[in-house]
């Protein structure tokens, strides 16, 4: 596939890196916080760090949507797969999540909870089609990316009149969470974490486009490039950056060109906006509530909605005290910087969540970064 | 989660789906989301839906440009040579 692999080309790789090299001014540092862990996980596999000079640091964000599904909505998810009659259909990445009493989706189903993974949101329809006597609820997590698809299956489900399909729906939105990020203590009055400039995610923004970050790069005077997730695209966007940031520029600019327009996409915008609607606050794990942060289901689709049909009441729940994910989502701390990182939390049996998912910033660490850890210490 | 592949449509079915190569395997996905795609376009697929069209022609220019940056570190005595692979 030529627009794969011809933006990982080591030579154009080299390149850009003697280009941003060229350009950095050694007198100051550079933070840049990649807010999407897909970022994260494409900058440790091709080792992007590593090519970059010293004073440029990559600061991880919380753009994972595994890693900041609240615990008490997880453990709500696990206590419907306790209902004799019900099949939770979900993402493969939220199977492994810890959940309180070393609970998760996975165990439950081992326990004998129907409990299916699908790879796309229209496999759960099929299900709810297939198995007419059954309960299906699809378990809905996800950025802008999944939620178009999730608001065609709830379209798709009244066309067909299906009664035994709901979806229990936890989608987020990015902007929230980044003005979250610009507005915690700690980036504002603490100092405790410095972000420059970000690197936004080009898949969102496929669908959301480029305008909606120009209220954060206007407001916090922050400039903010959308980036491809191949290694050329991130280096490009943190050549982008450093020249902006070097020109004293905080403006909004789009490396991801070939997928990214300014107003997005506008048929999967409609559809969206057909289907859900705003909730007041939502819960972040890590971050805490969020005021009009993630997308409930509209009134009209609310026999489609499993928080109704099934009256869901989330119950508080506490985190694991050592597990220090809420930090490291944040980017306060770097996983090396939690104490049971690599000893008691693991790939094979996590505590966090940022230790599961294929975009958390401890597995990205754990499975390019656990040998040079292991030499150090 | 948000990660999203681009695939060539190398057909175009009833009811929205549409068929594509990914890794080698042909797959079957939906292009609800999108405006009308023909044979040939490519897409941004991420879970099992095209979330996007993939401009070939802004791909194309990123690509030269990446190409000249090469070209002209070359011509200012910049040794270029692989450091990762």
């Known amino acids: 596939m030529r627009y794969l692999q011809a933006f990982r080309n080591p030579k154009a790789a080299s390149a850009l890196a003697e280009l941003i090299a060229g350009e950095v001014n050694s007198r100051r540092d550079y933070y840049l916080m990649e807010f999407c862990g897909g970022h994260t996980h494409a900058i440790f596999h091709y080792g992007v760090q590593d090519l970059l000079p010293k004073n440029v640091h990559l600061v991880h964000g919380p753009g994972c949507p595994v890693c900041v599904l609240s615990l008490p909505r997880l453990n709500a998810a696990i206590e419907l797969t306790q209902i004799p009659n019900v099949t939770l259909v979900s993402y493969g990445d939220m199977m492994r999540v810890p959940a309180s009493r070393r609970q998760s989706l996975l165990k439950a189903r081992a326990r004998g909870a129907d409990v299916r993974m699908a790879l796309s949101a229209m496999d759960a329809l099929d299900i709810a089609t297939q198995l007419p006597y059954r309960e299906v609820v699809f378990f809905a997590i996800g950025f802008e990316t999944t939620t178009p698809a999730t608001a065609h299956i709830l379209m798709l489900a009244q066309k067909r009149r299906l009664k035994n399909f709901s979806v229990y729906c936890n989608h987020v ?205 | 989660m948000c990660l999203a592949i681009p695939v060539r449509v190398t057909a175009v079915l009833r009811d929205d789906w549409v068929e594509g190569v990914i890794g080698g395997i042909h797959c079957k996905f939906s292009c609800a989301l999108i405006e009308q795609v023909s044979i040939g376009d490519y897409v941004i697929v991420h879970a099992g839906f095209a979330i996007a069209r993939l401009d070939v022609e802004e791909a194309e220019i990123t690509l030269a440009l990446f190409d000249d940056i090469a070209t002209h570190l070359r011509e200012q005595g910049h040794a270029i040579s692989p450091s990762f692979s």
């Not at chain 1, 980044?178 to 974490?193: K, T, Y």
């Not at chain 1, 940031?245 to 905080?250: F, I, Q, R, V, Y």
């Not at chain 1, 754990?366 to 030499?375: E, N, S």
């Open chain 1, 173 to 377: 939105v990015t902007p929230a969470a980044v003005q979250s990020i610009l507005d915690s203590p700690e980036v504002r009055e603490l100092g405790q974490v410095r972000i420059d400039g970000f690197i936004g995610p080009s898949h969102v923004s496929t669908v959301i486009g480029s305008q909606p970050y120009e209220y954060f790069a206007e407001e916090y005077q922050r400039p903010v490039v959308i980036a491809g997730f191949e290694p050329l695209d991130v280096m490009q966007a943190v050549h982008m950056l450093v020249r902006q940031l070097n020109a004293g520029h905080a403006r909004v600019e789009n490396q991801f060109t070939r997928g990214v327009t300014y107003a997005g996409n506008k048929k999967a915008q409609a559809i969206v906006s057909d289907v859900f609607e705003l909730r007041r606050s939502l819960e972040w794990r890590g971050l805490g509530e969020l005021p009009y942060s993630g997308l409930q289901i509209k009134p009209k689709y609310r026999e489609f909605d499993a928080e109704h049909r099934f009256g869901i009441k989330t119950k508080p729940a506490v985190e694991n005290a050592a597990c220090q994910c809420p930090s490291i989502i944040r980017g306060i701390k770097k996983p090396p910087d939690c104490t049971i990182f690599g000893t008691v939390c693991t790939p094979r049996s996590p505590i966090g969540s940022c230790m599961v998912s294929s975009e958390g910033a401890c597995a990205a660490y754990y499975k390019y970064r656990h040998d040079a850890l292991a030499v150090a210490s």
